[in-house]
């Protein structure tokens, strides 16, 4: 059994004219604690019917507060487990979190950089990096930590550890679940951005008689918010390093293109949308290391159902508008936003999140089912292989999410793969018996809704043409990243993979049915190993978990050119990693899903 508990607090502070009340909860489960507040401004002559009502709306709050968390036994709570331990120092009286959001609403400036928030370079981030002066930047935002840092239920020195610099990797690892925002707001400093200058303003104009636009990555093109005169042109002879963009027109139509001189635009690479009643285009190019924001009012309004072709020839993206007014002939494109041409990395991207219909669920196991949503006709995004969006919903007054990979909807059907056109998503999705979010999406019917953010990943399918043999290690719905690489592999070329697959029970193997098809489909080329860790009396099969006498025998066939492919739970994932260690396998042949 896994301890759990929920502590409760409520403080008033009474002013001249408000009475001031602050609820402070803190969870705890296994070793993990978790802490939240809200606070309320009431008038002095409330009723007292109001003050009844508020607390006992808390109380409700509390109560659905410790099922939030990922359940006991899911990978997110293992993955926590895993991450790096840390332990609670006594603080000094005066410090506890009552007395930190105290200090918070006093009135006191804690940024120490006054009421202006600033854009800070990492140049000047790195500065501030002792006790005496710390700034801490998280998710792309800078704090300044200084007064927090005796605050700080782990202590100063772990604070410490990501002074000077971007610690939202360290944050992820240790206070997942903590609600820093809330906890830091009146220490917020800025936005975290590159080290070039983002204060400069410059026109986005072009010549006339051009109907080009280069949209520069510098920086000193992020913050423009000025008109961009693109006159409507047959002319189109600008060539530049930089992304390009080109649009042109029919009576019917406005077709706006993207494209790389020296690098190629996949489909995979422009994500975007049409809102405000069809007057407004937003977008990002994915680039390697950064995020290139687009931002357009357009001159006139568009039908709200978008369409995008990928050019494979000249490797360029072309997104088709439909004028709201046909045979109307735009004398300019739009007006460019304040964000566009912004250039972000892509590790501070925030993600934007679309209302999404389910078109359909399918069962594939007991507790797993197939899930197929459906973005809104005035969106576009083709998730990379190897991806994952999170899903998001509103659950006992908390906004909580969750990460999927994307799938092919068959692992048997060559095109499957076509069926991700930038509007339909599949995800496979295993319910917890105590997971509030799962158990929620779960619930969900057909026609229901559900927010689905732009993607995230790290993983490049360009990894898998130096390898000829591709080793995968998956415990449970660790599956799910390796399917449509798994698909690719067999359907779109000639290599040769070998999938150990370890689950609790047979009634566990995500399509066990579509993996035996392969391995006669693909016999030679495909290999599965399937091993239960509490197997029934009809399996016949191996027993046990990840074992190094496994992965020895698989990577003894595998000869050599082996790229490993390891996702499951985190403890399941540690030891893999532990074992092909002590295997002699290159780190540089390993990828990770975590």
């Known amino acids: 059994?896994?301890?759990?508990?929920?502590?409760?607090?409520?403080?008033?502070?009474?002013?001249?004219?408000?009475?001031?009340?602050?609820?402070?909860?803190?969870?705890?489960?296994?070793?993990?604690?978790?802490?939240?507040?809200?606070?309320?401004?009431?008038?002095?002559?409330?009723?007292?019917?109001?003050?009844?009502?508020?607390?006992?709306?808390?109380?409700?709050?509390?109560?659905?507060?410790?099922?939030?968390?990922?359940?006991?036994?899911?990978?997110?709570?293992?993955?926590?487990?895993?991450?790096?331990?840390?332990?609670?120092?006594?603080?000094?009286?005066?410090h506890s979190l009552m007395d930190w959001i105290r200090l918070t609403k006093s009135g006191v400036d804690l940024r120490g950089t006054g009421p202006r928030l600033l854009e800070v370079t990492l140049e000047e981030l790195n500065k501030h990096n002792k006790p005496e002066d710390s700034w801490i930047a998280l998710k792309g935002y800078v704090y300044n930590v200084t007064r927090y840092c005796n605050y700080h239920p782990g202590g100063q020195a772990e604070l410490m550890k990501g002074a000077g610099k971007d610690a939202t990797n360290i944050f992820?690892?240790?206070?997942?679940?903590?609600?820093?925002?809330?906890?830091?707001?009146?220490?917020?400093?800025?936005?975290?951005?590159?080290?070039?200058?983002?204060?400069?303003?410059?026109q986005l104009s072009l010549p006339p008689h051009s109907n080009t636009l280069s949209l520069n990555l510098a920086s000193d093109l992020a913050t423009s918010s000025t008109q961009l005169l693109v006159n409507v042109s047959d002319s189109n002879t600008e060539v530049s390093d930089k992304v390009i963009m080109t649009w042109n027109q029919s009576n019917t139509d406005v077709h706006v293109t993207w494209s790389m001189n020296g690098t190629s635009l996949s489909k995979y690479d422009l994500v975007c949308n049409i809102h405000d009643a069809g007057r407004?285009?937003?977008?990002?190019?994915?680039?390697?290391?950064?995020?290139?924001?687009?931002?357009?009012?357009?001159?006139?309004?568009?039908?709200?159902?978008?369409?995008?072709?990928?050019n494979s020839l000249n490797n360029s993206i072309m997104v088709t508008l439909e004028k709201f007014a046909a045979d109307k002939k735009w004398s300019i494109?739009?007006?460019?936003?304040?964000?566009?041409?912004?250039?972000?990395?892509?590790?501070?991207?925030?993600?934007?999140?679309?209302?999404?219909?389910?078109?359909?669920?399918?069962?594939?196991t007991h507790d797993t089912c197939l899930y197929h949503f459906k973005l809104p006709d005035s969106c576009y995004m083709c998730v990379p292989v190897g991806y994952h969006v999170y899903l998001q919903a509103d659950i006992g007054e908390i906004c909580i999410s969750r990460p999927y990979t994307i799938?092919?909807?068959?692992?048997?059907?060559?095109?499957?793969?076509?069926?991700?056109?930038?509007?339909?998503?599949?995800?496979?999705?295993?319910?917890?018996?105590?997971?509030?979010?799962?158990?929620?999406?779960?619930?969900?019917?057909?026609?229901?809704?559900?927010?689905?953010?732009?993607?995230?990943?790290?993983?490049?399918?360009s990894m898998l043409?130096?390898?000829?043999?591709?080793?995968?290690?998956?415990?449970?719905?660790?599956?799910?990243?390796?399917?449509?690489?798994?698909?690719?592999?067999?359907?779109?070329?000639?290599?040769?993979?070998?999938?150990?697959?370890y689950n609790k029970t047979v009634e566990d193997i995500l399509w066990m049915d579509k993996l035996s098809t392969l391995c006669m489909q693909f016999s030679g080329r495909f290999s599965i190993r399937h091993v239960l860790s509490q197997p029934g009396k009809e399996w016949n099969g191996?027993?046990?978990?990840?074992?190094?006498?496994?992965?020895?025998?698989?990577?003894?066939?595998?000869?050599?050119?082996?790229?490993?492919?390891?996702?499951?739970?985190?403890?399941?994932t540690e030891q893999a990693l532990r074992y092909l260690s002590e295997l002699g396998v290159n780190s540089n042949s390993i990828f990770t899903f975590t």
């Open 280 to 310: 407004l285009f937003q977008g990002e190019i994915y680039l390697e290391n950064e995020v290139l924001m687009i931002g357009l009012e357009l001159k006139e309004q568009v039908k709200k159902e978008i369409s995008v072709t990928h």
């Open 333 to 364: 494109l739009g007006s460019a936003m304040q964000s566009h041409c912004q250039s972000i990395p892509r590790s501070l991207h925030n993600h934007r999140y679309y209302l999404s219909h389910l078109i359909s669920k399918t069962a594939i």
């Open 465 to 501: 043409s130096l390898y000829q043999n591709v080793l995968m290690l998956c415990g449970g719905t660790g599956f799910t990243p390796m399917i449509r690489i798994l698909h690719y592999c067999l359907h779109k070329s000639k290599k040769t993979v070998q999938l150990a697959f």
């Open 1 to 94: 059994m896994v301890s759990a508990a929920c502590i409760c607090s409520i403080t008033y502070f009474k002013t001249n004219k408000f009475l001031i009340w602050i609820c402070h909860i803190q969870i705890t489960i296994a070793t993990e604690v978790s802490l939240f507040y809200d606070h309320r401004i009431l008038p002095l002559n409330c009723p007292a019917a109001k003050v009844i009502s508020l607390y006992k709306k808390q109380h409700h709050l509390i109560s659905k507060m410790s099922s939030l968390f990922p359940a006991a036994n899911s990978p997110q709570r293992h993955s926590a487990q895993a991450a790096t331990k840390r332990s609670k120092v006594s603080l000094q009286p005066g």
């Open 542 to 572: 191996e027993k046990g978990r990840i074992a190094l006498a496994h992965l020895q025998d698989m990577l003894n066939a595998c000869q050599d050119n082996v790229l490993v492919l390891v996702c499951g739970p985190m403890p399941f």
């Open 407 to 461: 799938v092919v909807p068959d692992l048997c059907n060559v095109n499957s793969e076509l069926l991700l056109d930038g509007r339909n998503l599949f995800m496979m999705i295993k319910a917890y018996n105590d997971g509030a979010f799962t158990s929620n999406v779960k619930n969900l019917r057909e026609g229901d809704t559900l927010s689905i953010s732009t993607y995230e990943g790290t993983f490049s399918i």
């Open 172 to 202: 992820n690892k240790v206070h997942r679940w903590v609600n820093f925002e809330s906890m830091l707001q009146a220490c917020l400093v800025g936005r975290l951005v590159e080290n070039t200058s983002f204060s400069s303003k410059k």
